[in-house]
């Protein structure tokens, strides 16, 4: 790790603020950022731990009926908080172990984007609105690709708002090392649709599975994803599992969140 | 036999392991909690590429930087020994093996990723890491050479220029029965042949290595503070091979030692750097292995790539059986690496049947990799799982009952010869399946098969046998098959005057429960508390000359050590007390800590004796000796040779290709046991790494590059409390091993020699029920692996 200042600021704004430095960096849980700073392989000047904002913690329900997180509220209190929406409480309590769980936060994981994570699936699935300091994006527009998002330099995740499905649930088939999503999908049930979102498997991060979610919404039964397959062109293939495994891999899935939605 | 529970102390007694205490409440003394005043700290540069030619390497401007203390190159230890290798294999022609020099920091060519080329020294270990950063390296790669069979091509870049290729030796074993195996093998009714991968490993026991080296300028000491499971070979090595330090100026101490699996035997170059930087610097040098260094510097373990092929008659008799391996060494030799694909593996292949004729071939090959040497089981599994793996597809081919198979072709009498070179002394391999089939619920079998599939699940059944040798001797028999040393160990048992005993063992536990279980021996023989007894080891200054632990040996060759030296305690004790009692010491009898005199009812206490001879006014000096301290060392005259059945059940989900074990039980026969708790509980550690083995661990390089691909617990996958059942065990099967006094034969590799071959043979058993014809899949048996198998079928 190099040298680096610490800042730990009360407010959005002050956190913003802090930010705009040069070369400055948040640190939400720590938990992807922090062993990248062991290995030397990020040099901020300035990291502004985002851990002591209250306006960024906990969990309550919007006007809308949307379930509002905080950005930096943990895995484990969404786990434990989330009783409103079960799907999501859920997937929260099934991220990495109680370590990663009490540290890591919903806006750091967002942020980040890795292929494998499980939040990116459910805020997808949810069609979930991000709120930063300067705006509201719709999670259709938010994710740009592997560790890539609509976020500006310095922009931050104050709240994340999910809608609530009517049923949903999220089925992680692990990577047998870091337990990661080899393949996670997350199936929401709305009134008006069903929404089908896919992780860990294709190379361009997060995505919809358009086909499952006209046939889920026609008949919420996971025969109706029988037949249908995804190409295996654009799946990641790798130690733990090929292309086509992939490809396989979110069709079975897919059926069992339906089979499992609650 | 007794019950487990029934023994309360002493031999046989499940005595809780007294060692845990510290080390559960984070009172353990690991080497990395060892600080010394003014220790400086070094960070090693590693090579990122695989192989590639030094050009040069500037280090002037890291030397500018704040806190260095100074900076080392493969320059500065170019008159300094290599680090050498234990084993001089002779290959098949009457050959040495190629033997190349192993530096401590890399000179002219680094040979793999994580191969240290500089070494810097500073204040702290930040600076040393920046210090490092700004050292330029100027270097040009060169292809890499991963795979062993491209190694073995006429033509392959060489990994090492000055050898004549990348064979480091072709071995064959029995060399002079080759004619008559293939002869058998013409005449064969049947022969069933199987091409494997035995995968490569990474030990990863909990603590990293750590090393650190301090120099006394006064008396002119070296001190080596090193994460070992073998001081004094360690000691020997570097003093002698590599240093060149006189052993009485050289005192290595490994404290608490947090899991070895044979990975912390070997001499590594990072324990000589520190203890010649220490003089050099005349600072106290510390090393401590983050977890990424360990995966590209602690050597792996495994790695061969087999061809077995079992002749049968037409009756299913054995009749013969030939093996083709390839080991790899990795790009240098660790410290007995070359034994384990051979003595320690080719001497294994009977297995527990008495197929008569066997010849095996094994061609170590150079590659551009971290060097393989042991690791649990070392050779012992490859052997085994080989063996149990041709049985069951065997068994397969011809319609047999593999159980039955198994049984008609075991070895029933003994002692036995087999024709690769050992001679099994006890064992009762019927029994041990026996036990198997009941703990195993063999009956119920197809029961829980239906109850799966109506989940639609696959489930198989897969059993296996195992025969391993521990404790390998004599040192006169291994020094001919090329052992450059002894394999005898030593204990020193030294009473205190009011009674209580320290025991200075040449064996290190770094897990397996010595402390308690070695005192609960001396306890037994005397009569006395085990708390009365402690143990003392890792420290060449206050233990005889021992070989420290692996290959299960320590109570075996250690444990006898001190049964000798205790006898000749109660020898001596006996004269001590014939005189107190005015009595002839042949009439003297020692029963629960008191010497009577036999037929009356005058004794005297084992404190009043012990008492008696550190202050002798009462004693019989022209006579004895005052004192009561006694050393022993013990050679062995055979190895042992625990053997048993495992049992494994697997589901497996035909839509993902997920193996979840269901079941898995394990019929051991270990002799005599000391402890059946620590024995359990060595079995279970045991069966999770050969699960490991089997389901998930894979070092992997990418074949073009040489780079690591598993290089960290994000891609290599250690097995996880929930991805084991509970484990069914048993060790009621005792044939006491006949040639040591303690009748045992070791415990710690059984687990993990013992169960990969079923966890196998149970996912192909599962696969066949779901009607798939699969002969058989590598391991790690990986979700995407076995859904590849599936969908091929
Ligand atoms: C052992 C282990 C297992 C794990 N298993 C899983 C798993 O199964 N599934 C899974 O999804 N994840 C898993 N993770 C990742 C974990 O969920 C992380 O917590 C998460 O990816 C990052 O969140 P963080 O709060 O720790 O962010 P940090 O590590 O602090 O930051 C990550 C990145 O996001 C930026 N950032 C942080 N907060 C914000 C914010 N509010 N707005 C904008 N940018 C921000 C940082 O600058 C940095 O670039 C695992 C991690 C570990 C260590």
Same mark, same amino acid.
């Given at each position: ?5 610490? #800042? ?7 956190? %913003? ?37 209250? #306006? ?62 499980? &939040? ?21 527009? &938010? ?13 931050? %995740? ?7 499905? #009517? ?31 896919i992780t860990g498997a294709s190379e361009e991060g997060v ?36 292309? #086509? &495994? ?11 969140? %339906?089979?499992?939605?609650? | ?21 510290r080390f559960l409440t984070g009172n353990g003394n690991y ?170 490993? *990474? ?67 990072e324990e000589a750097f520190c203890t010649f930087a220490a ?80 010849? *095996? ?433």
């Open positions: 790790m190099y040298n680096f200042e610490f #800042e730990k600021p009360s407010s959005i704004a002050d956190a %913003v603020a802090a930010l705009g430095g040069d070369e400055a960096q948040a640190l939400g849980g720590g938990q992807t950022l922090i062993p990248t700073l062991k290995q030397r392989l990020a040099s901020p000047t300035t990291l502004v731990s985002l851990s002591n904002i209250p #306006e960024m913690q906990g969990i309550c329900t919007g006007d809308d009926g949307a379930l509002c997180i905080g950005g930096s509220t943990t895995h484990g209190a969404v786990a434990s908080g989330a009783g409103a929406y079960l799907g999501l409480a859920a997937l929260a309590g099934h991220i990495g172990d109680p370590a990663v769980r009490n540290r890591g936060t919903i806006g750091g994981s967002l942020a980040n984007n890795d292929p494998s994570a499980c &939040y990116p699936a459910a805020a997808l699935a949810s069609g979930a609105t991000l709120v930063t300091n300067t705006r509201e994006i719709a999670a259709d527009d &938010y994710f740009l690709g592997m560790f890539e998002t609509a976020l500006e330099e310095g922009e931050i %995740v104050t709240e994340v708002r999910f809608p609530i499905p #009517e049923v949903s649930h999220y089925e992680k088939f692990v990577q047998p090392a870091s337990r990661f999503a080899l393949v996670g999908v997350m199936v929401a049930k709305f009134a008006d649709g069903v929404r089908v979102a995505f919809r599975w358009a086909e499952a979610e006209a046939a889920l919404s026609a008949n919420f039964s996971s025969d109706a994803l029988d037949g249908l397959t995804l190409d295996a062109d654009n799946m990641i293939g790798d130690l733990h599992g090929s292309k #086509e &495994y992939r490809a396989h891999l979110c069709g079975v899935i897919a059926k069992r969140a %339906v089979a499992k939605a609650a | 036999m007794p019950k487990d529970g029934e023994i309360k102390s002493g031999i046989g007694a499940s005595s809780k392991r007294r060692e845990d205490v080497t990395d909690d060892i600080n010394i005043r003014g220790q400086a700290y070094v960070f090693f540069l590693r090579s990122d590429i695989a192989h590639g030619t030094l050009n040069s390497v500037d280090t002037s401007a890291a030397a500018a930087m704040p806190g260095v203390v100074q900076i080392f190159t493969g320059a500065d230890f170019e008159a300094v020994g290599g680090i050498p290798c234990g084993w001089l294999v002779t290959d098949k022609h009457g050959e040495p093996m190629q033997e190349p020099k192993h530096p401590v920091l890399a000179h002219g060519k680094v040979r793999h990723v994580g191969e240290p080329i500089a070494a810097v020294v500073a204040d702290s270990l930040e600076q040393a890491r920046d210090a490092a950063e700004a050292i330029e390296v100027d270097s040009s790669e060169l292809p890499a050479v991963i795979n062993m069979k491209d190694a073995f091509k006429e033509g392959a870049t060489k990994v090492h220029d000055d050898l004549t290729s990348n064979l480091c030796y072709d071995w064959g074993f029995v060399e002079e029965n080759k004619g008559a195996v293939d002869e058998a093998f013409k005449n064969a009714h049947h022969v069933t042949t199987l091409e494997l991968v035995n995968n490569r490993l *990474v030990a990863n026991p909990m603590e990293p290595r750590v090393a650190i080296g301090d120099y006394a300028r006064s008396d002119e000491q070296h001190t080596l503070y090193t994460t070992s499971q073998n001081p004094h070979v360690i000691r020997l090595l570097m003093g002698a091979f590599v240093l060149g330090i006189p052993e009485h100026k050289l005192r290595v101490i490994s404290p608490d030692v947090g899991g070895g699996f044979g990975t912390k035997i070997f001499h590594y170059q003089k050099a610097c005349n600072r106290p040098v510390k090393w401590t292995s983050s977890r990424s260094e360990a995966f590209m510097s602690d050597a792996h373990g495994r790695d061969h790539v087999t061809t077995i092929q079992l002749a049968l008659d037409k009756d299913n008799n054995f009749t013969a059986l030939r093996t083709d391996t390839l080991a790899n060494m990795g790009a240098y030799l660790s410290t007995f690496a070359s034994s384990v694909p051979t003595w320690l593996h080719g001497t294994l292949m009977a297995g527990n049947y008495k197929t008569p004729l066997i010849y *095996v071939n094994v061609k170590a090959m150079f590659t551009n990799t971290v060097p393989v040497d042991a690791y649990r089981g070392a050779g012992r599994p490859e052997a085994t799982y080989q063996i149990e793996r041709v049985i069951d597809m065997a068994a397969r081919e011809l319609g047999a009952d593999p159980v039955a198979l198994r049984r008609q072709n075991y070895v029933t009498e003994f002692p036995y010869a087999t024709p690769v070179a050992v001679e099994y002394d006890t064992g009762d391999y019927h029994a041990t399946m026996d036990k198997l089939e009941e703990i195993g619920d063999f009956t119920g079998f197809e029961a829980r098969r239906k109850e799966s599939e109506a989940k639609g699940k696959w489930r198989g059944l897969g059993i296996n046998n195992y025969i391993e040798a521990c404790g390998i001797a004599p040192s006169n028999l291994v020094g001919q098959l090329g052992a450059r040393a002894g394999l005898y160990d030593a204990a020193t048992v030294r009473v205190n005057a009011t009674g209580s005993i320290s025991v200075m063992v040449g064996a290190h536990s770094h897990g397996q429960g010595h402390e308690t279980a070695f005192p609960q021996v001396v306890a037994d023989m005397i009569g006395i508390d085990e708390s009365q007894i402690d143990i003392v080891h890792g420290d060449t200054s206050k233990i005889p000359f021992g070989m420290g632990t692996y290959g299960s040996r320590s109570l075996a060759v250690c444990g006898s050590a001190m049964v000798r030296a205790t006898e000749k305690i109660i020898a001596k004790a006996k004269k001590i007390a014939a005189h107190l009692l005015e009595a002839s010491d042949t009439d003297i009898e020692l029963k629960d800590g008191m010497f009577s005199v036999a037929g009356t009812d005058k004794s005297v206490a084992w404190g009043d004796v012990t008492l008696a001879a550190y202050v002798p006014h009462n004693y019989p000096l022209e006579e004895i000796e005052p004192g009561l301290e006694e050393t022993a060392f013990y050679d062995p005259s055979n190895f042992t040779y625990p053997a048993g059945a495992y049992a494994c059940e697997v589901e497996v989900d035909p839509d993902t290709g997920k193996v979840t074990i269901e079941r898995f039980s394990a019929a051991d026969d270990f002799g005599n046991v000391i402890n059946p708790m620590i024995v359990s509980g060595q079995v279970h550690g045991g069966i999770a790494q050969g699960v490991g083995q089997a389901l998930l661990e894979g070092c992997s390089y990418d074949e073009e590059s040489g780079q690591l691909l598993t290089g960290s617990y994000m891609d290599y996958a250690m097995p996880r409390a929930d991805d084991l059942p509970f484990y069914s065990v048993d060790h009621s099967c005792q044939t006491p091993c006949t040639h040591n006094p303690l009748g045992v034969k070791g415990c710690g590799e059984a687990g993990a020699i013992g169960s990969p071959p079923s966890v196998v043979n149970a996912v192909i058993d599962a696969l066949h029920s779901g009607g798939k014809e699969v002969a058989h899949i590598d391991m790690p048996l990986t979700p995407d692996r076995v859904w590849n198998a599936i969908n091929n079928a």
